[in-house]
């Protein structure tokens, strides 16, 4: 038992000192791809493309995604089992499918 609990507080330890932006320097690719897709999409759902209104749409469509992904990253963390980059990043990736497939059908 005690070697348990001192290996599963180890292992949380390890999470909690991960550098924040590990998840970003861990998964360029997958930032890269996200970045791109997100520029399709807002470009295919605005009505007039401007850089601004870009800028705007990108940012807020990134931020809709990671919103979501926080719901899950607290929960984990709240029971002591927190996610890793890998898992981050696919929430990510499920919270901006759910906007982009909204602003696609719409």
Do not use: C
Request: avoid cysteine.
């Amino acid at each position: 038992m005690v070697q348990f609990v001192i290996t599963d507080y180890l292992s949380f330890e390890k999470h909690i000192n991960q550098h924040p932006m590990k998840i970003i320097t861990d998964h360029i690719l997958w930032w890269i791809l996200l970045i791109v897709a997100t520029a399709v999409v807002s470009a295919v759902t605005s009505y007039q493309i401007t850089p601004a209104g870009m800028l705007t749409s990108m940012a807020g469509h990134l931020a809709f995604a990671v919103g979501i992904a926080l719901v899950p990253w607290i929960v984990y963390r709240l029971f002591g089992k927190p996610l890793n980059t890998e898992q981050m990043m696919a929430t990510i990736t499920v919270g901006w499918l759910i906007l982009a497939v909204a602003n696609l059908s719409v």
